[in-house]
């Protein structure tokens, strides 16, 4: 008679679950990466200097870039290489530590190139020293361009690096051309479609990498592996057993030094169209036939086909519009959004928003999805809620005149990562009582390895050509039709300035939040 098989003494962490062994985890990078040049157009910008080259170091010191890779930066202001070194070094430095030795290597590879976004001359000028680089270094013609710019110019940049015939990739798509486009992808669904024109007229989609770094977050890319790589939670995680879920992604900043910007999109754009749609995604999504970024995507999308769409009246049924006014954070007092700088002081931009989403599918029907996100909220929190139905007979609830807590299940994505699950069990001692009791796993708990930043995860899958974590322009779309009569029935209707409830800053946004979602804002906290 066979023996049954001793498994392996699980590594105990605090409760759920318990992780088998301790491998320190893979490597930082899967595959080999091809030589490259990277063009940052907006080099001397916000972006540049906060994410991207801050990111593009962390990789060179965790053997995260390609050999070789150059990077050549373009923006209108004149700098000399040396000059444009200085400023990303300063960059890097106030983000944290700064290796003397692997920046002097790094900063070898730095470049800049002085170029007006609508001079076709200009284009001509970058084109030729790419060319020289790419020569001196042997990238082998292989480019990514990033567009670090104010959106407006975007299409134009687009347009004229084709136009120079920079975009073109090579027969079989060797050397390879893509190009990284950062939110917003248009304000509404017409101007989103535009930008698709033009992003099309230079290049192909299987070149275009739409960064949403949300999806690039380890915990969020943790949400499709829990839902899948364990055989306990998809049989329940469905209109049988989930009452209602809900997704919060909170800010204790306020607007900061994006005023200009912020003040044009408010929190539906800045937030919604792209990172809470891609969260609700993956918390929704039916599971893809294998892990690729096509099929994943393919379901994304079918997701987003199926959210009902929101009637053009009575958007009081389905969303909460707020607007932080002075308050205090942390302790410290903090002005109103309409005082900030570069605010208009009668300004009706949203900061805060309650939607509620349906999904009609056989899966959902009938689940409210709630997607909340507010700036100048008490703290920084996001999350997804999977609040399950409580239990249909319970005979303790005889004898214990008690009521049962449903379960809960929370998907920390950050600052905090756990995953906790509240279960009832029995209180201790001699008397029959209940309590509810949560089992926690760590994210980051028995792992050992090099950890990846988003943006650097983001900027790596696009060297490695991967589009997984990226939007694709189907799922744009959908997801601009789903919000354009919302972003209509905030923006256009008569009594908008009565729409936008004042709520203090530090708190948990307006009042009327918790009207329509019961759990506001104990699900936060
Ligand atoms: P910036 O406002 O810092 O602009 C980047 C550069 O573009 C500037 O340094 C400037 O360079 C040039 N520029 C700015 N305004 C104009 C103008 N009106 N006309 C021509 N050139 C202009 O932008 P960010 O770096 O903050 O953002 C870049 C892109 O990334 C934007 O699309 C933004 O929405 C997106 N994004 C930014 C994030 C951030 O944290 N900053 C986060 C997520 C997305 P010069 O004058 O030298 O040409």
């Not at 800053?505 to 804002?521: D, F, K, M, Y």
Request: proline share 7%.
């Amino acid at each position: 008679m066979s023996q049954p098989r001793a498994e392996p003494a699980p590594a105990v962490v605090q409760g759920f679950p318990e992780p088998v062994g301790d491998a320190p985890g893979p490597g930082l990078i899967e595959g080999s990466l091809d030589p490259a040049a990277m063009v940052i157009f907006g080099a001397s910008g916000d972006l540049t200097g906060r994410k991207l080259v801050p990111a593009l170091y962390s990789l060179f010191c965790h053997g995260g870039l390609p050999e070789p890779f150059v990077i050549l930066g373009c923006a209108r202001s004149r700098f000399s290489d040396d000059a444009w070194r200085q400023k990303m070094r300063r960059a890097v430095a106030g983000h944290g530590g700064l290796d003397l030795t692997a920046w002097d290597r790094f900063a070898a590879r730095l470049f800049y190139q002085p170029l007006v976004y609508d001079q076709p001359g200009t284009y001509r000028e970058l084109r030729r020293r790419l060319q020289e680089l790419e020569d001196g270094h042997g990238t082998g013609g292989n480019r990514v361009f990033n567009l670090a710019i104010p959106p407006g110019l975007y299409s134009e940049v687009v347009s004229l690096v084709g136009r120079a015939g920079m975009s073109a990739e090579g027969p079989g798509g060797s050397p390879w051309r893509r190009l990284v486009v950062e939110k917003p992808f248009g304000r509404d669904l017409a101007s989103a479609r535009e930008l698709s024109k033009a992003i099309a007229a230079g290049f192909q989609e299987h070149q275009v990498f739409r960064i949403d770094h949300y999806l690039a977050k380890e915990t969020v890319q943790n949400v499709l592996i829990l839902r899948f790589a364990n055989a306990i939670f998809e049989p329940i995680w469905n209109r049988n057993y989930i009452d209602q879920v809900t997704i919060i992604a909170a800010e204790s900043l306020g607007v900061e030094h994006r005023a200009g910007y912020y003040e044009q999109a408010g929190v539906l754009r800045d937030m919604f169209q792209n990172h809470m749609m891609q969260l609700l995604a993956l918390a929704a999504m039916e599971p893809p036939p294998r892990y690729g970024a096509e099929p994943v995507r393919d379901e994304k999308t079918k997701l987003f086909r199926s959210l009902r769409p929101y009637p053009a009246t009575n958007a009081g049924d389905y969303l909460v519009l707020g607007q932080y006014t002075a308050g205090q954070v942390d302790g410290r007092p903090v002005a109103a959004y309409r005082d900030e700088p570069g605010v208009d002081p009668a300004s009706l931009t949203p900061t805060f928003a309650l939607l509620k989403v349906m999904v009609d599918n056989w899966r959902w029907q009938g689940v409210p999805f709630f997607l909340v996100s507010g700036k100048r909220l008490a703290r920084k929190v996001t999350r997804m809620l999977i609040q399950f139905k409580e239990v249909p007979h319970c005979f303790f609830r005889q004898v214990l005149g008690e009521h049962i807590t449903a379960n809960r299940l929370v998907l920390g994505i950050q600052p905090d990562e756990t995953t906790s699950l509240t279960i009832q069990t029995k209180s201790p001692g001699a008397r029959l009582g209940l309590r509810s009791v949560k089992m926690v796993f760590d994210y980051n708990a028995d792992y050992r390895g090099p950890l990846l930043g988003a943006y650097e995860k983001a900027l790596l899958n696009c060297m490695q050509g991967d589009q997984m974590l990226f939007w694709r322009q189907d799922g744009l779309e959908l997801t601009w039709g789903l919000l354009d009569p919302v972003l209509h029935a905030c923006e256009r209707c008569q009594d908008r300035d009565q729409q936008l409830q004042p709520y203090a800053a530090g708190g948990w946004g307006p009042e009327a939040a918790r009207r329509l979602l019961s759990l506001w804002p104990e699900a936060a906290k």
